[in-house]
């Protein structure tokens, strides 16, 4: 037990030393996961407000479906435990014609210009809403095959446009994660190359003394473990702090009409994947590089 931990202590205090001995090379490698995980990290809020965003839109966003005319009112009443059947559709409120006919006549002033509008004008109504506003297509081509409904009116401007917002989003964060995630193990594993290089001789030399592979790992494992682990907190740190700013910006100039999604409620799984994106960083381009270069 005595010699697992003082060979731990070993491993720590080289994985340090290292550091600091390469510390020009080690802060570009803790600058280059900060930059990597806070441009992630923004990417990932900006996917959370949109996702919040389209959830709002979703619950004021209605269809509205008209009933055929020869429909009686029961039947036509009926339909409700049908269109809540369908996927994605949240629920589904009856409108009567003459509720249609007082909807109607309330929205102009002078309501005795109207007095002799008829019920019969209109048809039963339903005012369905969506669970996702950007599935309102496919919603509105399921409704489309209840025989009881003559016309369907949406909005589908919005879910498209939404709907290409998310998808463009998506693609970018995907496409700059990769970009930074290689560039990230790109600078890692030149780290541990350059400390590699600089100790061929002593590595050598323990190799040819009995050490395993395993033991000279060690120290640059716990080197990258560091490394990565240090960029992912003061990311974290930082992110946190850059969006805080934003957030009051947001309130301050839109006047409370958008309010982006609280960082806190988000900021546990956030915490996770930053932690476990440096930890395999800095792990992983220690290996990288040390699967080359150990072999002497």
């Known amino acids: 037990m005595r010699v697992n931990r003082n060979r731990a202590f070993y491993y720590i205090k080289e994985g340090i030393t290292s550091i600091f001995k390469h510390s020009l090379m080690s802060f570009a490698s803790i600058c280059i996961i900060i930059a990597f995980l806070v441009i992630m990290g923004f990417f990932i809020m900006l996917a959370v407000n949109i996702d ?18 020869n429909v009686p009112e029961s039947e036509a009443r009926a339909l409700e435990s049908k269109l809540r059947s369908i996927p994605n559709v949240s629920s589904a409120t009856f409108i009567s ?9 309330g929205r102009y002033d002078d309501e005795e210009r109207y007095r002799d509008v008829d019920a019969t004008w209109f048809r039963h109504r339903y005012a369905i809403y969506v ?27 919005v879910a498209m446009s939404l709907a290409t917002l998310r998808t463009v989003v998506s693609w970018v964060s995907v496409i700059i994660v990769a970009v930074l995630l290689a560039i990230s193990l790109f600078i890692m594993s030149n780290t541990i190359k350059l400390a590699t290089f600089e100790r061929r001789e002593e590595i050598a030399i323990m190799k040819m003394v ?3 592979n395993s033991f000279i790992r060690w120290p640059f494992i716990f080197e990258g473990f560091i490394l990565g682990l240090t960029g992912s907190l003061i990311a974290f740190a930082a992110l946190w702090g850059l969006y805080g700013l934003v957030a009051g910006w947001v309130l301050e100039f839109e006047a409370g009409l958008f309010q982006l999604v609280q960082f806190s409620g988000v900021s546990v799984p956030i915490f996770i994947l930053f932690a476990a994106i440096g930890f395999g960083v800095g792990v992983g381009g220690s290996g990288f590089a040390l699967n080359r270069y150990l072999k002497v």
Do not use: M, S
């Open 97 to 105: 014609r003459e509720e249609a006919t007082h909807n109607f006549i």
């Open 52 to 69: 919040a965003l389209i959830g709002e839109l979703g619950k004021n966003n209605t269809i509205l479906v008209y009933i055929h005319e």
């Open 210 to 212: 009995g050490a395993t």
């Open 131 to 157: 669970d996702d506003v950007v599935l309102i297509e496919e919603t509105t081509q399921a409704l489309r095959y209840i025989r009881e409904i003559a016309r369907i009116n949406t909005n589908l401007t």
